[in-house]
């Protein structure tokens, strides 16, 4: 899986991790070997623009960590980046088999493997989850893989809807549904027929399955090796039936893997498996981090740049927490906790989190504190100078006038965030005196 391009991006990394300090043009000139790399690899053109552009943002922004080099640092960026992209939005979670008889509906283009998936998935689903798994080939137009589907289903003991002639793939279907409800199955698998290309009549035919069976799941199997032709296949699939995820198979060639990356951003399916081999066990569930762990094949360094990471932020946490507990929370530091909650989703987020703030959460909230309060607050403290932040205290009338008017806000506003600021600082104190604070931070972090 990956060779290639993990080849490439070794290449790229191992001279980039070598170097101690780097300029912004060495990280620049690497990143466009990446690109190079991703494009070669057969990652769509926005896709890849598009990751470079973050990894470079990030980059540049990142905090320096002692004992890992800048090199390090990036590998960790693009390594996170690369998780990023494969994820997408949101965990598509389990394969959604409740309800009994959930039915799943396989599609695809014929020698794509979508047949042997569904007996691999099959196979999963009665070895690991228990299930009672019956499964019905569709495809009418060839014997051969109406036979094949039932000799698989011999060889791992899964039951086939025996073939009847003549039937067409609705009644294929309708039989397998009324079968699977009849006979017990939590799961049923219908095959649908394949075509050497997409076509209108197979869109129907598979359409009309759908309207009949409702599938709970509806898996696009599609070869990896073939890039993005593998992606176009997903978005017209969807288009014409509308699928709930993808099964990559052939990632076991050394493939230029491109469509893992691309499928999720360009179609916004997530791939729910890849297939690893002719075998019948051949399927892993599609795990972003590993898999993005085996295109970078720099494990040790991401575990090395998290390791500094983690202790760079009980450093702080630790150093944040000892001020604190002394009393001395100045604006700076309540900059610094408003622009972490308002990173965090706001307050809510944040005040979950401090022991004992759950119901003064709730309250600030019904009191109408949301986060453009936050950055009403965030506006006035950089509307003071240095000395101002560092000791709020010798804020007077005129002080606070100029300060108001420098943020578009009022006085009041000033005087509202000033006895915030007090409260929080006893509250510190009161913490720092146990070990609560500390840990507190920490989460935040
Ligand atoms: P279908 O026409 O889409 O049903 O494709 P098949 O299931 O008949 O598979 C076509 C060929 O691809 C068969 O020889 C399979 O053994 C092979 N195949 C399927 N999945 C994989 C895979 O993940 N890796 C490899 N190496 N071969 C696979």
């Known amino acids: 899986m990956f060779e290639n391009l993990s080849e490439r991006l070794g290449g790229v990394f191992d001279r980039l991790t ?8 060495d990280v620049r000139s690497a990143l466009r070997e990446v690109r190079v790399a991703l494009l070669e690899a057969d990652v769509s053109l926005p896709v890849a623009r598009d990751f470079i552009k973050r990894v470079e943002t990030k980059a540049t922004g990142a ?6 080099t800048p090199g390090q640092q990036v590998v960790k960026i693009v390594h996170d980046e690369l998780v990023a992209v494969l994820r997408g939005e949101g965990d598509p979670g389990a394969l959604k088999i409740d309800n009994p008889p959930a039915p799943i509906l396989m599609v695809g283009l014929q020698g794509g493997g979508k047949t042997t998936t569904t007996a691999k998935i099959a196979k999963r689903l009665k070895e690991r989850e228990k299930k009672r798994v019956l499964m019905a080939s569709l495809d009418t ?8 589907l039932a000799i698989l289903g011999q060889q791992i003991g899964v039951d086939v809807l025996p073939i009847v002639k003549g039937e067409s793939a609705v009644q294929i279907a309708r039989r397998a549904k009324s079968q699977a409800t009849l006979g017990g199955y939590d799961v049923y698998l219908l095959d649908t027929a394949g075509r050497l290309q997409i076509d209108e009549v197979l869109m129907a035919e598979v359409a009309e399955v759908r309207d009949v069976v409702h599938p709970r799941e509806t898996l696009l199997v599609v ?45 916004g399916k997530p791939i729910r498996f890849v297939g690893t081999g002719e075998k019948l066990d051949a399927l892993e569930t599609f795990e972003p981090e590993r898999i993005a762990g085996r295109i970078l094949g720099m ?23 000892k001020r604190f507990a002394k009393g001395l929370f100045n604006m700076n530091d309540l900059k610094t906790q408003l622009e972490q909650m308002l990173k965090m989703g706001g307050m809510q987020g944040l005040m979950g989190m401090l022991p ?11 009191a109408g504190f949301d986060d453009s309060v936050l ?15 560092a000791n709020p205290a010798i804020l007077q009338a005129s002080r606070k006038r100029r300060i108001a008017a420098g943020a578009g806000l009022q006085v009041s506003d000033l005087n509202q965030l000033l006895k915030m600021h007090r409260q929080m ?21």
Do not use: C, Y
């Open 223 to 267: 070869d990896g090796l073939t890039g993005q032709v593998a992606v176009e296949v997903a978005q017209e699939f969807d288009a014409k039936v509308g699928i709930t995820g993808v099964v990559l198979t052939r990632m076991d060639g050394d493939g230029r893997g491109g469509a893992a990356l691309s499928m999720r951003a360009v179609t």
């Open 375 to 389: 950055r009403r607050q965030i506006a006035l403290i950089n509307s003071m100078t240095k000395k101002e932040r």
């Open 18 to 25: 070598k170097q101690g300090a780097l300029s912004e043009e």
């Open 425 to 445: 600082a006893d509250m510190m104190k009161k913490m720092g005196k146990g070990g609560m604070l500390k840990q507190a931070i920490r989460q935040m972090m």
């Open 299 to 321: 494990g040790d360094i991401v575990a090395l740049v998290e390791k500094a990471q983690a202790t760079l932020e009980a450093e702080q946490a630790e150093r944040m927490a």
């Open 141 to 148: 137009n060839r014997p051969a893989a109406m036979e094949q």
């Open 356 to 366: 004992g703030m759950g119901k003064a959460a709730k309250q600030m909230e019904a």
């Open 63 to 68: 905090a320096v960590t002692k004992s890992v």
